[in-house]
């Protein structure tokens, strides 16, 4: 009796079919520095870690986003309070927000980084924004 290898396939983390192989094909691969080809149990467990480490990426997204919030807002306040003490508060706004969009037009990323454009251009839009946000509460 001849008996064919079985193979696993996952549809969706909920969802899986087992059929067997026919005659003929390559067995399925090998899993890295292994001499074992994966069973479900192992595709399955492959898929559970990758969730996890999405949904702790998640996670540490979000946190880094509160605190580039929190420090948006008082760093937007802190400016604000700086422009009303001035005798020219608007000159004064203008002043510290060329500079700020000098120093981005000027920097120079470290090492290769692929992104650096997308970064300039969203460090220039959070300078108009903070400058949005300084102006809004300067007298006329």
């Not at 290769?112 to 300084?134: F, G, N, P, W």
Request: with cysteine; glycine share 4%; net charge negative.
């Amino acid at each position: 009796m001849t008996t064919r290898p079985l193979h696993l396939s996952i549809d969706s983390p909920a969802s899986y079919t087992l059929r067997e192989e026919p005659a003929g094909l390559d067995p399925p691969p090998k899993l890295a520095n292994s001499n074992v080809s994966p069973t479900g149990a192992d595709l399955m467990q492959d898929h559970k870690d990758t969730k996890e480490a999405l949904q702790q990426l998640a996670r540490e997204n979000a946190r880094l986003r509160g605190e580039i919030l929190a420090t948006g807002v008082i760093l937007a306040q802190l400016l604000q309070s700086i422009c009303r003490t001035q005798l020219s508060p608007h000159a004064f706004a203008t002043r510290i927000m060329k500079d700020a969009s000098d120093a981005v037009q000027a920097f120079k990323p470290s090492g290769d980084i692929e992104d650096a454009a997308v970064m300039r251009k969203s460090a220039l839009e959070t300078v108009q924004h903070y400058e949005e946000q300084i102006r809004s509460v300067l007298p006329i």
